[in-house]
Nanobody, 114 residues
Framework: VQLVESGGGEVQPGGSLTLSCVVP????????LSWLRQYPGKALEWVSD????????YYADSVKGRFTTSRDNAKKTVYLQMNSLKSEDTALYYC????????RGQGTQVTVSG
């Protein structure tokens, strides 16, 4: 399963970033998708889920109210809009086809500093 994340970068606290993840065609309209993150030397941490038809979204308490996940199945892309970023959001972010992150992309680095 090839998932390709992009959109990471460095931002100051309080800033915003939008991550994107392009998924294969057979996944785009049929599978629930997840975002996870990983701190150096730590286990994967689940961030959010979105159902195949976007009717349901779920968030970790640590990001609820600040992050929003969405998807455009026609573009085969899932998004993670991140607002009010904090230093503790600094991590490598992955999209995945499951909440445990077993099938995930290569990740995109988000650094919140300054």
């Amino acid at each position: 399963v090839q998932l390709v994340e992009s959109g990471g970068g460095e931002v100051q606290p309080g800033g915003s970033l939008t991550l994107s993840c392009v998924v294969p065609t057979y996944i785009a309209a049929s599978w629930q998708l997840s975002w996870l993150r990983q701190y150096p030397g730590k286990a994967l941490e689940w961030v959010s889920d979105i159902s195949a038809d976007s009717s349901h979204t779920y968030y970790a308490d640590s990001v609820k109210g600040r992050f929003t996940t969405s998807r455009d199945n026609a573009k085969k892309t899932v998004y993670l809009q991140m607002n009010s970023l904090k230093s503790e959001d600094t991590a490598l972010y992955y999209c995945a086809t499951s909440s445990d992150g077993q099938n995930r992309g290569q990740g995109t680095q988000v650094t919140v500093s300054g």
